[in-house]
């Protein structure tokens, strides 16, 4: 087993006044259980199950899902653990999906959601596992689904975990989810921004084409404007994407109102630190500042004008 011993005695993430922001990790399976936990994540804010499926002629059966679920759950008694359900397309191809292949734009083709809606066989036998591997544990489990961009496909998601017995949440990584946030938060449980796609899709700019980098900064104003968008819809709101990462960021994403950050173990330390030097009414100025300039460059400076420590 990858997991070393359960999550242990580091303070939860909180601002300098007690605000409460949970510091979460980003997992690919049980193998990076041991670094969450070495570097104090008090849950998962992203499991990408699609590691699971990867490079395998057939989908791993229920039980194989389910032993895997379980190892981390039960690394985190009593915390949260998101785990998304397979998010594949022509972009992550998987040997026992019809190829969809022929797609000029894969990253806006049948990916996330939308194909599974056509197939969803696969997903409901990840939260018939899901459940499964819930039982008997006390860490709270969320199920997300990728690539929503309506309350339609939102509530197709939700009322399959309800059969299932679990809550439901989707990934807010297209702009339309995070325009009509509200409609939204009235089908699902809570929300989690990807702000790796959201950047893509807002900008127009493929997260891969490395000329186009400069859209991906999460510093860009549009991009926090979408990201209060989501946070302000009324339901608990993450960010899973690369944004939570940076120190200064996730103050400012905890202004916007985000009550989790979730992020790549080794940032977790230095996120923790930032949050813990400011207040929330600091994050939230810092927001403010931030969301009033016009590039990335100039929102980080004001950004960090109302964050002294970072400073
Ligand atoms: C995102 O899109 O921001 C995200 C967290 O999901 P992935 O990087 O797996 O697409
Ligand atoms: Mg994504």
Known sequence: RAAASPASAVAPGATADGHPVALLAN??????????????????????????????????????????????????????????????????????????????????????????????????????????????????????????????EADWFAANCRAAGLASGVMIEVPAAALRAAELARVVDYFSVGTNDLAQYLFAADRQVAALTGFQDPWQPALLDLVAAAAGAGVRCGVCGEAGSDPALGCVLAGLGVSSLSMAAPALPWVRAALARHTL?????????????????????AALAHLPALD
Do not use: W
């Open 281 to 301: 009414a600091q994050c939230r100025a810092a927001a403010d500042a931030a969301r009033a300039e016009s590039t990335p460059k100039a929102a980080r400076a």
């Open 27 to 152: 997992i690919g399976g049980p193998q990076d259980l041991a670094a969450a936990l070495e570097h104090g994540a008090e849950g998962v804010g992203l499991y990408r199950t699609e590691f699971l499926f990867l490079d395998r002629a057939e989908p791993p059966g229920e039980d194989e899902q389910v032993a895997a679920y379980r190892q981390v759950l039960t690394a985190f008694p009593g915390g949260e653990v998101v785990v998304r359900v397979l998010d594949a397309g022509a972009d992550k191809p998987l040997a026992f999906l019809p190829a969809p292949g022929t797609e000029p734009n894969p990253a806006l083709g049948e990916r996330g959601v939308r194909l599974l809606r056509i197939l969803p066989d696969v997903m409901l036998g990840q939260l018939r596992a899901l459940a499964r591997a819930a039982e008997g544990t006390s860490a709270t489990v969320r199920a997300m689904a990728p690539m929503v961009a309506s309350a339609a």
